[in-house]
């Protein structure tokens, strides 16, 4: 079965900083989508960034990038220029490939973001 | 193009009755997905439905819950005879038929059994 680990419960990062929240999954597959997801306070699951295994190159959108080693099955989350609404849960998630299969979330992580 | 819609999105129940909690997936998304998330944890699966058909159930518990997904109409969860271990946010998702990426979330739907 695939697991889905977040061993950091909670991060802190001054407003304007970088930070790195690490995540680290478990698989049989080749073949599988990583993402990461945030949840305000509102309780929406946002989906911030997603990766294709079979991409090395690693996904960026905007301030968000990740740092993915597959053999290591290692996926990070770098939050970089932090803004005050950038504080929320985040959820590392992972699919196997194909169509329309479940996805299997970590713990999350609480980021709060210091002014 | 309204989203997933989850209702009610707060909903508490007395020990012993029934829940219903409604999900409409995006326009022209054909499969539904349901997880639970309790206090301080992430979101586990439950079940996931094509219109019709249970596809997956494995993180159904075997008594008191069920879904369906009509052919017309929002999927229903079900939730028979709650007890306070059942309080927790429930979130649908939904993707289309070949859906390859991530799925939309609903907001969710707080239950609070007293």
């Known amino acids: 079965a695939q697991t889905v680990t977040q061993s950091q419960p909670e991060m802190s990062v001054q407003e304007a900083e970088t930070v790195t929240l690490s995540c680290t999954y478990d698989?049989?597959?080749?073949?599988?989508?990583l993402f990461w997801y945030k949840q305000p306070p509102s309780r929406q699951m946002i989906l911030v960034i997603r990766q294709e295994a079979y991409k090395q190159q690693n996904a960026t959108e905007n301030r968000f990038s990740v740092n993915f080693q597959k053999a290591a099955k290692s996926f990070s989350l770098k939050i970089s220029d932090s803004q005050l609404g950038d504080a929320a849960m985040y959820f590392c998630a992972y699919r196997k490939g194909g169509a329309n299969s479940k996805l299997t979330f970590g713990k999350g992580i609480t980021l709060s973001v210091r002014p | 193009n309204a989203g997933v819609m989850q209702n009610p999105r707060h909903l508490v129940r007395r020990r012993g009755q029934e829940a219903r909690l409604r999900c409409s997936p995006m326009k022209g998304h054909s499969h539904v997905y349901w997880y639970r998330q309790l206090p301080e944890e992430g979101l586990k699966f439950m079940v996931y439905?094509?219109?019709?058909?249970?596809?997956?159930e494995s993180g159904m518990p075997k008594e008191r819950f069920s879904a369906e997904f009509p052919k017309e109409g929002p999927s229903i969860l079900r939730i028979q005879q709650v007890v306070r271990g059942d309080s927790a946010a429930y979130f649908c998702a939904s993707s289309p038929e070949r859906g390859v990426y991530g799925y939309t979330f609903g907001s969710g739907t707080r239950l609070t059994v007293v």
């Open positions: 698989t049989s597959e080749s073949d599988y989508y």
């Open positions: 439905l094509q219109k019709e058909n249970i596809i997956d």
